[in-house]
């Protein structure tokens, strides 16, 4: 591998100064080989450097060609120690050269200094080579400088830490494949002046700083571990002193800030409010006042609401206006069919009588002219028409017969001529025996109804008006009311309504409309019978004298074997108190319905059975 060329010696095997009369170097051998340029620069730089330890480097005589040959170091003996040593650098150091003749072996007598390891050298490889040994060779015709004198140590002086490499590596240098690598060293403190080391294996000293290549700062930052103490109690300290907060009383803190914070706001908050309302109270505001309103909602109901219900029904319901001979009323209706027949009550229409004049107002706003198709005195039912009036909306008619005591009812009529007036209420009683009329003292002119009762404020005007339930359909007509003077009349009670109201049963009114509208008549149905109407007893007493006979012969109450003098206290299973209800009852049928009496006659009681016959209404 060396190709024959001489083998270049290695700085860690060239030979060291020593002191002058301890021991001298011997001849001299150049072992670089041919080619070798000794005064390149990198030789240059390896011969003027100075060691770490202070060994002195001779300078090399530039002025020489010739090449020098170092012998190869003789095996080293154990370093002598002695206490106050100094380095070239000024550092005390506790291994000197050994001192005193016969102190070494090998070539000549000559001490060696001990090599300082290479981990104290700084920079790359070569750089440690240029700067760890001595140099090459003395230059000739120069004298080595002086080395530091040292005492001679005593024979059985402690070995040297490491010994040789064999494979002439560096001391504590990078080891190879084929050497261990180097045990940990731990430095130790350097003994005062004058005072001896402990026997022992020793610590390497700390290596000198090598020249920096350039000049080194003046100032330089001071170290972090300078103040440090050991012993201090643990916990980050700021530059004043003081512990720094963990993080966990810093967010303490924090929400302790923040709820102050929040607390101040509310109070400057709350007076700031309580002061500007108070100005307010007192000052009626700043500005013009503006009032908060709901927004504008859609005008839909629910269908069984009272709103609901007369949002249906009012386009039914008509406002009659009737003049006669000296007289003018006001009454409500509602239509029946496309055809213009409108049911009213007959009190409403009876001031025109034959030559009168009945208008018709709907509630759109449009009027016409209505004529009477029929009407009559004992069911207080009247039908008008009108003529040339088109997108007519018949009521819807329900049934009487399903109504219960509690139902909710509407009413829609024309209280003292305020049309479209809409009131409710709720069912008070069925089948209550009213009667009305009767000023002409013969009896033509009284009405008996077999009324509903309703709470449903009702006022004259409200006659003829329909009264509906939750499904805007006509269950009752309405047609008295109780006034507060203790009179009982459909046009009479001015004073007003006192929720005692009284409407005539569809069902009734039905069948009363068909017949004045086909006919112009209604029929009504009769027992047969004259009954007494001055008798103050329990129940309807048939009269024993006055004119014609008491039983009519061949009719339903001679058939069913009724006698002058019998008392009859029930109809169908109902009790009747007075002839009043007897001939409500009875009116409460059709004609050719069954009915069965109870009778009492004499100290007896008997139940019959009978058809009801037919009698034209006047």
Request: with cysteine; glycine share 14%.
């Amino acid at each position: 591998m060396n190709e024959g060329k001489p083998t270049k010696a290695k700085w860690w095997s060239r030979p060291r100064q020593v002191p002058p009369g301890v021991g001298e170097v011997g001849p001299v051998e150049d072992i670089s080989g041919p080619g070798v340029d000794r005064d390149s620069d990198a030789n240059r730089h390896s011969d003027t450097n100075l060691h770490s330890d202070g060994d002195h480097r001779p300078e090399r005589d530039h002025q020489s060609d010739g090449d020098y040959e170092l012998d190869r170091p003789a095996t080293v003996t154990a370093p002598t120690c002695v206490a106050g040593a100094v380095d070239a650098a000024g550092t005390a150091s506790p291994y000197v050269a050994p001192a005193g003749p016969g102190a070494g072996s090998g070539v000549g007598d000559g001490d060696f200094e001990l090599e300082r390891p290479a981990a104290a050298l700084q920079g790359s490889a070569p750089d440690a080579e240029a700067l760890a040994g001595p140099s090459d060779a003395v230059p000739a015709g120069r004298a080595p400088e002086a080395a530091v004198p040292a005492q001679q140590a005593p024979e059985d002086r402690p070995r040297p830490l490491h010994d040789p490499d064999p494979y002439s590596t560096p001391p504590y240098g990078e080891p190879g494949p084929w050497a261990p690598a180097p045990p940990v060293q731990h430095p130790a403190a350097t003994p005062a002046h004058g005072t001896a080391m402990p026997p022992g294996p020793r610590p390497l000293p700390a290596p000198a700083p090598l020249p920096a290549p350039y000049p080194s700062n003046p100032h330089p930052a001071p170290a972090p571990w300078q103040n440090y103490d050991p012993w201090a109690a643990p916990g980050p300290l700021q530059q004043n002193g003081a512990a720094v907060e963990t993080k966990t009383q810093r967010h303490k803190r924090a929400r302790k800030a923040l709820v102050l914070g929040a607390v101040a706001l509310a109070l400057v908050s709350g007076g700031v409010g309580g002061a500007v309302g108070a100005y307010l109270e007192r000052n009626g505001g700043v500005g013009d006042i503006t009032l908060p309103q709901a927004p504008k909602e859609a005008p839909g109901r629910a269908t069984d609401s009272v709103a609901g219900i007369a949002a249906r029904a009012l386009p039914s319901v008509v406002t009659l206006h009737v003049r006669g001979s000296g007289e003018a009323d006001t009454g409500t209706g509602f239509v029946l069919d496309t055809q213009g027949h409108i049911l009213t009550n007959n009190h409403v229409v009876e001031p025109a009588g034959s030559g009168g004049e009945i208008t018709v107002t709907f509630s759109g706003g449009e009027s016409a002219r209505a004529t009477v198709v029929g009407r009559d005195r004992g069911y207080d039912l009247a039908v008008v028409k009108v003529s040339g009036v088109v997108g007519l909306r018949p009521m819807a008619l329900g049934n009487s017969d399903s109504v219960q005591v509690g139902d909710p009812v509407v009413a829609i009529g024309a209280p003292f001529d305020l049309a479209n007036t809409v009131t409710s209420g709720i069912i008070s009683a069925k089948e209550r025996p009213i009667t009305a009329g009767g000023a002409k003292g013969d009896g033509s002119d009284v009405s008996y109804v077999d009324a509903l009762q309703t709470d449903a404020p009702i006022n004259p005007g409200n006659s003829g008006g329909p009264l509906l339930d939750t499904r805007a359909r006509v269950i009752g007509i309405n047609s008295a009311i109780r006034s507060a003077d203790g009179g009982t009349d459909l046009q009479g009670g001015q004073a007003g309504s006192i929720g005692l109201g009284f409407a005539i049963p569809v069902n009734q009114a039905r069948r009363v409309a068909e017949e004045l509208i086909n006919t112009g008549r209604a029929t009504h149905p009769v027992i047969g019978v004259m009954l007494d109407m001055d008798y103050t007893g329990d129940g309807a007493r048939v009269r024993t004298k006055g004119g014609g006979a008491p039983v009519t012969a061949g009719g339903p109450g001679a058939k069913a074997g009724i006698k002058a003098g019998d008392v009859i206290t029930e109809v169908d299973g109902q009790r009747v108190h007075s002839g009043e209800e007897l001939i409500v009852k009875t009116r409460a049928h059709r004609p050719g319905d069954r009915l069965r009496l109870t009778l009492r006659r004499g100290g007896s009681q008997r139940t019959v059975t009978l058809v009801l016959g037919s009698a034209s209404g006047g």
